[in-house]
């Protein structure tokens, strides 16, 4: 049987809790990883891993953030993303709602929220 | 003095699990920095030695090739003071690993009573960080590390 949406989400807040070293109140859904609950680089990895695992799910390497296109030139210029750039977003990360950041694209910006990762496993377990 | 903080392997299982173990003497001088007249051997420096174990292990189940980070410390507990004329026994295993990179969970013992519990992360800086270039040269694993590798394996301890 499929799992619901608040088991998936109460799982992806045990990942977080247990990779970022935060706490449950503050993984909320639209807690943002890295400017709201301190993600690092690594962090993400450790995320994945941790995913992984308890989805019994295989995270590739850049599917869940596409890293890459954070730092290509021709997707981000002078610290904002450019229309190609939003495109490969959208195009990569149906799982994010890009709607608000797209009137602004700082890409320290990026909407990479508690309720995006949910929407990304739920396209794995599904 | 090197940074080598584990003195011998005494359990190898590539890709999946590693025993070493570090004696502790008193002539060593970072045991008498922490507390006057009352030394005993630092808690980072038990972390270094779990990050050395398996960190070797991860870069093992690269084939070396791979420059292997410790990048971040998941968990550390400790249990009790490591003293002078203790051997510790690290038990190190390799839970995931990828491209990017792997995590590793282990424990510390001495004489059979655990002394920490520690969970690792690694990173295979070639492979992460986007954007960022490193020396083209594997300064983890170094000329002078694969010597001391070609030793254990002359010796046939160790399947290494």
Same mark, same amino acid.
């Given at each position: ?126 | ?19 070493? =173990? ?35 292990? =991860? ?55 655990? =002394? ?45």
């Amino acid at each position: 049987m499929a799992m619901s949406r608040e088991e998936i989400y109460s799982k992806v807040q045990g990942v977080l809790v247990d990779a970022l070293g935060v706490d449950e109140d503050q993984v909320k859904p639209d807690a943002r990883l890295k400017q709201d609950l301190g993600a690092e680089s690594i962090d993400y990895l450790d995320i994945q891993f941790r995913l992984e695992k308890a989805f019994g799910i295989k995270v590739p390497k850049g599917e869940m953030l596409p890293e890459n296109v954070m730092t290509d030139p021709n997707f981000v210029q002078g610290g904002r993303v450019t229309p190609a750039g939003m495109a490969e977003l959208k195009k990569r990360m149906p799982y994010v709602d890009l709607t608000e950041f797209e009137k602004d694209p700082q890409v320290e910006q990026l909407p990479f929220t508690v309720d995006a990762v949910v929407n990304y496993v739920q396209t794995k377990v599904a | 003095m090197r940074w080598i903080w584990i003195d011998k392997f005494t359990e190898f299982t590539s890709r999946t699990s590693a025993t070493t =173990v570090k004696n502790v003497t008193l002539a060593e001088e970072q045991l008498h920095d922490l507390y006057p007249d009352f030394p005993i051997y630092p808690h980072s420096l038990i972390v270094e030695g779990m990050a050395q174990t398996a960190g070797i292990l =991860v870069g093992e189940a690269g084939g070396f090739a791979e420059k292997v980070i410790l990048a971040k410390i998941g968990r550390a507990t400790f249990h009790q003071l490591v003293r002078p004329g203790d051997t510790l026994t690290f038990s190190a295993k390799i839970e995931q690993f990828s491209q990017q990179g792997a995590s590793a969970s282990g424990t510390v013992t001495t004489n059979g009573k655990l =002394v920490a519990e520690i969970e690792l992360m690694f990173s295979h800086i070639d492979q992460n960080m986007a954007g960022m270039e490193f020396p083209e040269h594997n300064f983890v694993f170094t000329e002078q590390f694969t010597e001391l590798l070609k030793t254990y394996r002359v010796q046939g301890e160790i399947a290494l």
